[in-house]
């Protein structure tokens, strides 16, 4: 963990000063930027992520600075539990005169793609069937599936009045799923003791047991439509320091052909505000309150970990459980139609010092996350096709208390800030129950808060 800590803090020494907050006439950048960097960071459900990435930035004549006129970011990077990621995005305010557009093609390849269950508690986590000398690679095998995702994502937001805008959006995800190809990962592996057997996943009993429908079995594409209306009256965009970021919008995902059932209605509401405890802005209380709930139609299963988005300035934001949701809950431990989330924490300014003429401060900032089921996929207590004795060990005893019971992770962050921007996260969190993680200490490493 300490190296890769130093690699961010190297990471951080060697960015350039792009959005820095000094806005006197020595530090506006103008013209073209360019700045290259290794992709490094660690997730406890993925594994240590290498590879590259590079962001240009145009700031033109310098009269926008800090804010930039166009920026186009390109990343690839794969993590040691083969996540892998290819990336471009595409922002401007000024490409279209006041109006924001983005754009995002991503490939994201995931052969051990997390797969627990339905409905969060109603599906049982079982550490005693991990082999107690490879625990991860035993998990990772039967809590797997493969689950490689394309998408092609368009926004365009506009003024209506104050800090209110209008957005409008649309986009394609091609999903590819399929079983854990146990084959192909061993032929990767040197050494036998790592080899995993050959054995059915939880994913396969979900599919022989018909909880997973026949047409949703090896994925599907779905263009989709999605327009709202966000609230923003955040000093800044980056690390802000008061103010409130709102939205709520409505995603039309459309299916064809045998999947013509899968044609749904979403409706996607968030608030996020920032909250200033001092006068220097030391200690700022971060709070964000969300829901995702499908209005009408159907949703296959593997689009449920999925969390729509107006704006997509992380590669993906997954469903509950992880890094971007519910810190030391396993990565996508609730699948469900509906959900609603909460974190909040509180972000300490310890330290500011300076390097060269590089501003930075040393943060930490305790959180607490929440998540539950709002909307249950295909309600296990109202099945009756259990009869494999290992599936039926996958289902909670307490279908109907279970299900709308919260799950809860809580720890604290490490943050190393330069000029108030760009930020090196280091967080640690733990599950309040075993049935969220069978690991009580969890670390992510990552760029900038989680909201």
Request: include cysteine.
């Amino acid at each position: 963990m300490k190296r890769n800590l130093y690699l961010g803090l190297l990471m951080a020494i060697m960015m350039p000063n792009l959005m820095a907050q000094n806005d006197s006439v020595s530090n506006i950048r103008t013209g073209w930027t360019f700045g290259a960097l290794p992709s490094v960071s660690y997730d406890a459900d993925m594994g240590f992520q290498y590879g590259a990435l590079a962001n240009i930035y145009y700031f033109g004549d310098g009269k926008t600075y800090p804010e930039y006129l166009h920026s186009f970011y390109v990343e690839a990077s794969q993590t040691t539990m083969r996540y892998g990621l290819l990336r471009f995005y595409y922002d401007s305010k000024h490409l279209i005169p006041n109006r924001h557009v983005s754009l995002d093609i991503s490939y994201m390849p995931d052969p051990m793609s997390p797969f627990f269950g339905f409905n969060g508690y109603q599906s049982t986590i079982h550490p005693n069937w991990i082999d107690n000398e490879s625990n991860l690679y035993r998990t990772r095998a039967f809590y797997a599936i493969k689950r490689n995702l394309f998408r092609v994502a368009a926004d365009l937001q506009g003024p209506i009045a104050g800090n209110f805008s209008w957005d409008l959006g649309a986009g394609l995800l091609d999903y590819e799923i399929g079983t854990f190809d146990v084959d192909k990962y061993n032929s990767r592996k040197n050494d036998p003791e790592k080899h995993l057997p050959d054995t059915a996943t939880l994913y396969d009993w979900y599919v022989a047991n018909h909880l997973i429908a026949a047409n949703e079995v090896t994925g599907g594409v779905h263009p989709y439509l999605h327009g709202g209306v966000t609230y923003d009256s955040r000093n800044r965009q980056q690390n802000p320091q008061h103010g409130i970021y709102a939205d709520a919008f409505v995603t039309y995902s459309a299916a064809f052909g045998d999947q013509s059932n899968f044609n749904n209605l979403r409706l996607n509401a968030a608030w996020r505000q920032y909250l200033s405890l001092d006068k220097g802005s030391h200690f700022i209380f971060a709070y964000r309150l969300g829901a995702q709930i499908l209005l009408a139609g159907e949703s296959p299963f593997y689009a449920n970990n999925y969390m729509n988005q107006l704006y997509w300035q992380r590669c993906i934001y997954e469903g509950l459980g992880g890094a971007s949701s519910l810190r030391g809950v396993l990565r996508n431990r609730i699948l469900a139609d509906g959900f609603a989330y909460g974190n909040a924490e509180l972000r300490i300014q310890l330290y500011r010092f300076k390097i060269g003429k590089e501003n930075f401060y040393l943060g930490l900032n305790p959180f607490i996350d929440a998540g539950m089921v709002l909307q249950a996929h295909r309600d296990l207590a109202e099945e009756s096709a259990l009869t494999s004795s290992q599936l039926g060990e996958s289902i909670s005893t307490q279908l109907e208390e279970d299900l709308y019971r919260l799950h809860l992770g809580a720890g604290c962050g490490l943050k190393i800030c330069m000029n108030d921007n760009f930020v090196v996260s280091v967080d640690w969190g733990t599950p309040f129950e075993e049935q969220d993680n069978y690991k009580a200490s969890n670390i992510y490493i990552k760029i900038g808060y989680m909201f």
